[in-house]
């Protein structure tokens, strides 16, 4: 078979055949269909309508069993690029076409202006689908003179052709284009429909274009179709992607009738929001209102339950699924293992995933970051392996959670083979997969191969810069970290959150209080002084560089404080020997109604230690298990040995050791010799 070509969605072959009066004839025949077995079944049903007896002809035979021996078939070319062709069609036949062509426009598409090859027609009939091309040879010789009194593109289209047309530009991902269209069809006097509306919203929708949209939406307040529940969906559905929820509600509340369409716009939006619990809500109205869910509404309610944390609800949309039988579907079933996982129950996660009749490389990557989240790392490495077993390829998702269970587990032997494979399958080009080696080498202390991946990378995004400051953090070499911090400035980069955090703690771990101070400027520029988590590093910093002036005026200054930023000012007062004011600040604490933690009361009780004030150490000690609920550590013990025993209360100290829940801890035991070096006490040292 020679010369095939794609027109407009079907396949034209010709078939050269001797006839019962013996004469070289042809006939023509069109597939729908990409497959070669299907086409040489249409040239097969061809040879029988036209009784075609065997030829023996120069030219390439066809080598099918399907097709008699003899009978040439080949298919019909068209103009390629450089070359403007027709089917074979007669000059007389060509000539009554045009003629129909000038008679009657209206009755043709205008291929014209969305005419990207020469081998597109530029007229198309709209019922026999017969075509024509201004460049073909054998056109009349009057047709130029015809074009000429004809204005260029003139030839009207009427409303279901534009439909059509910004139909066909829009699945084409040209979304500007569908809207210049959408335009261009009001200036030649063609008025939009509701079929002409969707198209043109979606696109809105795609470039995320909300004016534009909300100038589309008045006319089609104007033209009446609001109340069409199709144009109505639509309409949620752009508002809801160009991000405005009270424009999608009004709209879904003016809604005469919804359709299962409309219901599960709203409640993506929901989700995308954030507003995962209003999800739900939308969920179960929808269902009291008579709308029966499909697959998709499932798809995003699912998304809600593990937003929100939801696994009770979760479980009852799970029930619902059974019942409607969408249980075998593939996208539902992916994001029963998502929720599941997401709500900490990978019994679910598996059981779902088990039963699933076909998985796609979606549904592994579902269960892999599932299985990391709720920290079973080694588990994850062990299905990576199983999914490859059964042939199924992964994907960047797929590598990017394998090397997080291998930093986690750190995996250096496990990282690099995911490595290779990595390489193989053409993804460390990849950002986000690049990031992720980066990282993982970090975080198995191999900073020579993360740093070697980090120069291969084509491009770099402050994900990239961050993996590699947090790594050398990590590996306790703060001053590489700080000069990652500079060079990506120099190069442009500009910092996030968490760039200024990673910053912090390099300074921290360096005592690099002036390169600390240099980064607050920064900070301040930027306006992320704010973020509790940048100024409860900004504190940190202040603290373990010896500047607790510094550390309370970030304090004072921050908008909210959690229980990290009370704990580290309290701990920062008791390692540098502010006892009192470190006990005044848990008594605001307490007054402004903070979480205690157990780290607070570590802290809590050094301060007691530091300070020789065994009443109030005692009282806090007990305080915490009674009044907070919160059980004592081995930390907490040693606070409370290092206090009674410095106090020379060592029959105290011997039996609270005594009182340990677990074996005592090494730092319990060397708090009490030093209580009894102290207080030289040979008998209860030995």
Known sequence: MSGRVHLYGSYKGTIVYVSERGQEESATYSCFSKSTRHRERAACKCVANVRALPL???????????????????????????????????????????????AEHSQWWNGRPEKVSARYPDFKQKKTQEALWREDPQNPPWLEEEMAAMASGTVPLDSSSWNKRLTRYFKAGQHKKTLELFQQMQQEGVGPNKFTFVPALNSCASLRALEEGRRIHEQIIQSGCESNVFVGSTLIDMYVKCGSMEDAWRVFKKMPSRNVVSWTAMISGQVKNGQGQKALELFWQMQQEGVKPDPLTFVRVLNAC?????????????????????????????????????????????????????????SWNALLLGLVKCGQANKALEFFQRMQREGVKPGPVTFMAILNACGITKSLNDGRHAHEQIVQSGYDSNVFVGTSLVDMY????????????????????????????????????????????????????????????GALNACASVVALEEGK?????????????DVFVGNSLMDMYVKCGSMEDAWRVFNKMPSCNVVSWNIMLGGYAMQGHDIEALVLFEQMCEEGVEISNITFVYLLSACSHAGLVDEGLCYFESMSMVYKIPATVEHYTCMVELLGH?????????????VPSKADVAVLRALLGACKLQPNLEIGE
Request: glycine share 6%; aromatic share 8%.
């Open 56 to 102: 023996h002809h120069e030219q390439q035979v066809i080598q099918s069993a399907a097709v008699p021996p003899g009978v040439l078939w080949t298919e019909t070319k068209v103009a390629s690029k450089d070359q403007s062709a027709s089917p074979t069609v007669s000059g007389e036949q060509k000539e009554r076409l045009w003629r129909e062509f000038f």
């Open 518 to 530: 240099c980064i607050h400027e920064l900070i301040i520029q930027s306006g992320c002084e704010l």
């Open 647 to 659: 106090a020379s209360y060592l029959h105290e100290v011997e039996d609270m050791v005594k009182t």
């Open 306 to 362: 593990a937003s929100v944390v939801a696994l009770e609800e979760g479980r009852l949309v799970h029930q619902q699924i059974i019942q409607c039988g969408f249980e075998s579907n593939v996208f539902v079933g992916n994001s029963l293992v998502d929720m599941y996982a997401k709500c900490g129950s990978m019994k679910d996660a598996l059981r779902v995933f088990d039963k699933m009749p076909s998985r796609d490389v979606v």
């Open 442 to 501: 970090a975080k198995c202390g191999s900073m020579e191969d993360a740093w070697r991946v980090f120069n291969k990378m084509p491009s770099h995004d402050v994900v990239s810069w961050n993996a590699m400051m947090f790594g050398y953090v990590r590996c306790r070499e703060g001053q590489k970290a700080l000069e990652i911090f500079w060079q990506l400035q120099q190069e442009g980069v500009e910092p996030s959150n968490v760039t200024f955090v």
